[in-house]
T-cell receptor, first 112, second 115 residues
Framework: AQKVTQAQTEISVVEKEDVTLDCVYE???????LFWYKQPPSGELVFLIR??????QNEISGRYSWNFQKSTSSFNFTITASQVVDSAVYFC?????????FGTGTRLQVFP | ETGVTQTPRHLVMGMTNKKSLKCEQH?????MYWYKQSAKKPLELMFV???????ENNSVPSRFSPECPNSSHLFLHLHTLQPEDSALYLC??????????????FGEGSWLTVV
């Protein structure tokens, strides 16, 4: 069965620190998609990135970067120079057929 | 303004009430979803609709009844709920089904409390 593991339940950092959120997945599919979403206290899940299994190129978007390593089944997310507005729960997800399988999320708290 | 809007944002209902959650997407998408998010549990897929046809029912109790009258609207009808059904209910949509590599976009959710 497909599975997504986010081992870090909660992370606290001070503003301007770099932080990496880990995501490890299990799948038998050869073609699959990986996602990261951000959930602020308001509740909405905000899409951050989608990656397909054939594209292992790392991606950078402003202060956000993603490291996809198929060899270790990991899709980690790094925030550089964190800010208080980055405080949220972050979810990693894996496609399974027409479903998204979500991890349990990592709560990030950034203190001023 | 978000592309997926949900109403009401907050709902308190008694166990004998009948209420409905409404979702509207303004993105021209063909697939719509209901997810449930409970405390300390992963996000759970409840229902998937593609082109107004239900394609997935993830073993959801019959006290939850979805309705998709057109590709832009999705309802979740609620009746005789239990306190353990209290959760955040998230509606979402995607251009086509996730299996084709489409991204799911979520609404802000409806916070439901059953008393």
């Amino acid at each position: 069965a497909q599975k997504v593991t986010q081992a870090q339940t909660e992370i606290s950092v001070v503003e301007k620190e770099d932080v990496t959120l880990d995501c490890v997945y299990e799948t038998r599919d050869t073609t699959y998609y990986l996602f990261w979403y951000k959930q602020p206290p308001s509740g909405e899940l905000v899409f951050l990135i989608r990656r397909n299994s054939f594209d292992e190129q790392n991606e950078i978007s402003g202060r956000y970067s993603w490291n996809f390593q198929k060899s270790t089944s990991s899709f980690n997310f790094t925030i550089t120079a964190s800010q208080v507005v980055d405080s949220a729960v972050y979810f990693c997800a894996l496609s399974e057929g027409d479903k998204l399988i979500f991890g349990t999320g990592t709560r990030l708290q950034v203190f001023p | 303004e978000t592309g997926v809007t949900q109403t009401p944002r907050h709902l308190v209902m008694g166990m004998t009430n009948k209420k409905s959650l409404k979702c509207e997407q303004h993105l021209g998408h063909n697939a719509m979803y209901w997810y449930k998010q409970s405390a300390k549990k992963p996000l759970e897929l409840m229902f998937v609709y593609s082109l107004e046809e239900r394609v997935e029912n993830n073993s959801v109790p019959s006290r939850f009844s979805p309705e998709c009258p057109n590709s832009s609207h999705l309802f979740l009808h609620l009746h005789t709920l239990q306190p353990e059904d209290s959760a955040l209910y998230l509606c979402a949509s995607s251009q086509d089904r996730v299996g084709s590599g489409n991204t799911i976009y979520f609404g802000e959710g409806s916070w439901l409390t059953v008393v």
